[in-house]
């Protein structure tokens, strides 16, 4: 098989024979010679990996806009750990030789730091936030500048979480981003639509727990024709920030695939659910402070309204059903993590408009969601978007018709229902 030109300092091989039972082909990475006379290479023991934390695709495509670092970067390659990048050989080639890496449809690798460079990695990412942020502001002054700051805030808590092991000290941080929500956002109409579009302007920016929490919390505090008091919605904030712990749990390979599932991967990629619920559970029988109806949250988010979702296949209301209903918060962030998957570009499917969103999760209404949480959020992210479209002179303000269609006004200055 030929080498990529782009990747001087790795090769892999394709076994022609179904490696696994199952059938599936496995591709391995094979260290080259050039990378193993450039870099420092040690076992990835259970020893070394106590010692390192995996960095997500999202904060490693951060690195593209710092100079420098203060730190290596590591590169694990199954049962090898691979000192790549070290300060004084920072540059952009040597990034892409990772981020190559992790496109491909490989299994057992990783990008990992020191725990002990956390605090330094940490640092970096809050400074280009900050400054990204301040470019986004500038170029599309619509936006609510809070909002984008309160969305910064939350997405330290949430990267926090994904990074693996929570401690008080995690726990603490998730509370204090999720007051810090609760209090800002709920005097906002401006939120909304302004994570919505940030979202779709700077897709780098984005952090899918931290949106699933602001959108379940405008909805909770909101939305709602009768909203939740702010204890509640607290409450549903954390549990948003929780909600995919159990992705810290699948494998690598599964979880960063590009492309579209295969029937058994599907399968481990739903254990997400199950796996979260346990591991907050074991925080919380620690003593952990965890907000109790996460644990719930964390199994049910992918359950649908009709019956079908997993993994239990519950259906309806737990108020009107106990055994087999589905909670209250579990339906509100059900709602906010589709809407947030949508606004985002992945891989295997395009970033969508908001209002594009909005139709795509229309038409996906009457099996998936509670009709009255769903027509709530509906009516509230229309209106944040509203505001934010009218307060740019190119703005497109919408409305539901008489058949409940989403449709634009003619007069821009019309009020959206
Ligand atoms: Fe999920
Ligand atoms: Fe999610």
Request: with cysteine; hydrophobic share 40%.
């Given at each position: 098989?030929?080498?990529?030109?782009?990747?001087?300092?790795?090769?892999?091989?394709?076994?022609?024979?179904?490696?696994?039972?199952?059938?599936m082909?496995k591709?391995?990475?094979?260290?080259?010679?050039?990378?193993?006379?450039?870099?420092?290479?040690?076992?990835?023991?259970?020893?070394?990996?106590?010692?390192?934390?995996?960095?997500?695709?999202?904060?490693?495509?951060?690195?593209?806009?710092?100079v420098?670092?203060d730190?290596?970067?590591?590169?694990?390659?199954?049962?090898?750990?691979?000192?790549?990048?070290?300060?004084?050989?920072?540059?952009?080639?040597?990034?892409?030789?990772?981020?190559?890496?992790?496109?491909?449809?490989?299994?057992?690798?990783?990008?990992?730091?020191?725990?002990?460079?956390?605090?330094?990695?940490?640092?970096?990412?809050?400074?280009?936030?900050?400054?990204?942020i301040?470019?986004?502001?500038?170029?599309?002054?619509?936006?609510?500048?809070?909002t984008?700051?309160?969305?910064?805030?939350?997405?330290?808590?949430?990267?926090?979480?994904?990074?693996?092991?929570?401690?008080?000290?995690?726990?603490?941080?998730?509370?204090?981003?999720?007051?810090?929500?609760?209090?800002?956002?709920?005097?906002?109409?401006?939120?909304?639509?302004?994570?919505?579009?940030?979202?779709?302007?700077?897709?780098?920016?984005?952090?899918?727990?931290?949106?699933?929490?602001?959108?379940?919390?405008?909805?909770?505090?909101?939305?709602?024709?009768?909203?939740?008091?702010?204890?509640?919605?607290?409450?549903?904030?954390?549990?948003?920030?929780?909600?995919?712990?159990?992705?810290?749990?699948?494998p690598?390979?599964?979880?960063?695939?590009?492309?579209?599932?295969?029937?058994?991967?599907?399968?481990?990629?739903?254990?997400?659910?199950?796996?979260?619920?346990?591991?907050?559970?074991?925080?919380?029988?620690?003593?952990?402070?965890?907000?109790?109806?996460?644990?719930?949250?964390?199994?049910?988010?992918?359950?649908?309204?009709?019956?079908?979702?997993?993994?239990?296949?519950?259906?309806?209301?737990?108020?009107?059903?106990?055994?087999?209903?589905?909670?209250?918060?579990s339906?509100?962030?059900?709602?906010?993590?589709?809407?947030?998957?949508?606004?985002?570009?992945?891989?295997?499917?395009?970033?969508?408009?908001?209002?594009?969103?909005?139709?795509?999760?229309?038409?996906?209404?009457?099996?998936?969601?509670?009709?009255?949480?769903?027509?709530?959020?509906?009516?509230?992210?229309?209106?944040?978007?509203?505001?934010?479209?009218?307060?740019?002179?190119?703005?497109?303000?919408?409305?539901?018709?008489?058949?409940?269609?989403?449709?634009?006004?003619?007069?821009?200055?019309?009020?959206?229902?």
């Amino acid at each position: 098989m030929p080498i990529p030109p782009s990747w001087p300092y790795y090769t892999y091989y394709k076994l022609t024979q179904p490696f696994e039972s199952d059938g599936m082909e496995k591709r391995k990475f094979i260290i080259k010679d050039e990378t193993k006379k450039r870099c420092r290479i040690f076992k990835n023991d259970p020893e070394t990996q106590r010692r390192f934390t995996v960095i997500s695709l999202e904060l490693f495509h951060f690195l593209y806009q710092v100079v420098k670092i203060d730190f290596s970067i590591y590169f694990a390659v199954e049962d090898q750990m691979i000192e790549f990048i070290r300060p004084h050989e920072f540059c952009s080639d040597l990034l892409d030789q990772i981020w190559l890496a992790l496109q491909k449809d490989f299994e057992g690798i990783e990008v990992k730091i020191r725990k002990s460079d956390l605090i330094k990695f940490n640092t970096l990412i809050d400074e280009i936030r900050t400054k990204k942020i301040g470019a986004l502001v500038a170029t599309a002054p619509e936006l609510d500048r809070k909002t984008v700051d309160i969305f910064a805030n939350l997405s330290i808590a949430s990267q926090m979480i994904v990074r693996g092991g929570i401690s008080q000290e995690v726990a603490d941080k998730v509370k204090a981003s999720a007051s810090y929500l609760v209090s800002n956002l709920l005097d906002s109409e401006l939120a909304i639509g302004t994570l919505s579009k940030m979202i779709v302007c700077d897709p780098t920016l984005y952090d899918h727990s931290a949106s699933v929490s602001m959108i379940a919390t405008a909805i909770a505090g909101r939305f709602l024709p009768i909203p939740f008091p702010p204890k509640e919605v607290l409450a549903v904030s954390q549990s948003a920030l929780y909600h995919d712990l159990g992705k810290t749990c699948v494998p690598p390979a599964v979880l960063n695939k590009p492309g579209k599932y295969t029937p058994a991967e599907f399968e481990v990629m739903k254990t997400h659910t199950t796996l979260g619920h346990q591991e907050l559970q074991s925080y919380i029988e620690k003593g952990l402070q965890i907000e109790p109806l996460a644990i719930r949250v964390a199994r049910e988010h992918h359950e649908k309204f009709g019956g079908s979702g997993y993994p239990d296949g519950k259906k309806g209301r737990f108020e009107e059903e106990e055994q087999r209903g589905i909670h209250i918060f579990s339906r509100i962030i059900c709602i906010a993590d589709v809407y947030s998957a949508l606004l985002m570009k992945r891989a295997y499917k395009p970033s969508y408009e908001p209002l594009e969103s909005l139709k795509i999760m229309m038409e996906m209404a009457e099996v998936h969601f509670d009709p009255v949480i769903f027509k709530a959020f509906l009516g509230g992210i229309v209106n944040s978007l509203n505001k934010i479209n009218s307060k740019s002179s190119a703005g497109r303000i919408f409305s539901f018709n008489t058949k409940g269609t989403l449709v634009e006004c003619k007069d821009a200055k019309s009020k959206a229902t």
